[in-house]
């Protein structure tokens, strides 16, 4: 099943563009039979400039989880924001998720990127996480 995000411009020229051509983010969901019951896949991808788009986001990955509150999920994706960022806290808190890479390697090093400066197509000068990997406990 594929969810359109309801907000997915804050209007700027890139928006105007994308919209255009018809690209808009959303989510897909894989539901998964297990032996242990079903589980939810998401792969997403979040606004890549604004954070109040990305919150409005994030706010309706939370409404889509109450309503399924009781299976387990796997969330992966371009999430386009920081490790530090209150949009991450908003996800781990909202969406009840771990992160896979702190939860099994501990701290992220420094020098990890998933948008990394040195690809030759980067249009950013430093290395950046964007990209992440949850899952509910």
């Known amino acids: 099943e594929y969810h359109r995000f309801r907000f997915n411009t804050d209007g700027g020229l890139f928006d105007r563009g994308r919209k255009l051509v018809g690209v808009e983010k959303g989510f897909a969901v894989?539901?998964?039979q297990?032996?242990?019951?079903?589980i939810a896949f998401l792969n997403l991808h979040l606004h890549p400039k604004s954070k109040a788009v990305r919150i409005a986001q994030i706010l309706e990955l939370i409404e889509w989880r109450i309503k399924h509150s009781s299976s387990p999920i796997i969330i992966t994706g371009d999430f386009n924001m920081l490790p530090t960022s209150i949009e991450r806290v908003l996800v781990m808190k909202g969406l009840k998720v771990e992160d896979a890479f702190e939860s099994f390697y501990g701290n992220r090093p420094t020098r990890l990127c998933t948008y990394c400066a040195n690809n030759r197509l980067a249009w950013l000068a430093e290395d950046k996480v964007f990209d992440y990997f949850f899952y509910s406990a």
Do not use: A, D, F
């Open 30 to 32: 894989q539901w998964v």
């Open 34 to 38: 297990t032996p242990v019951g079903e």
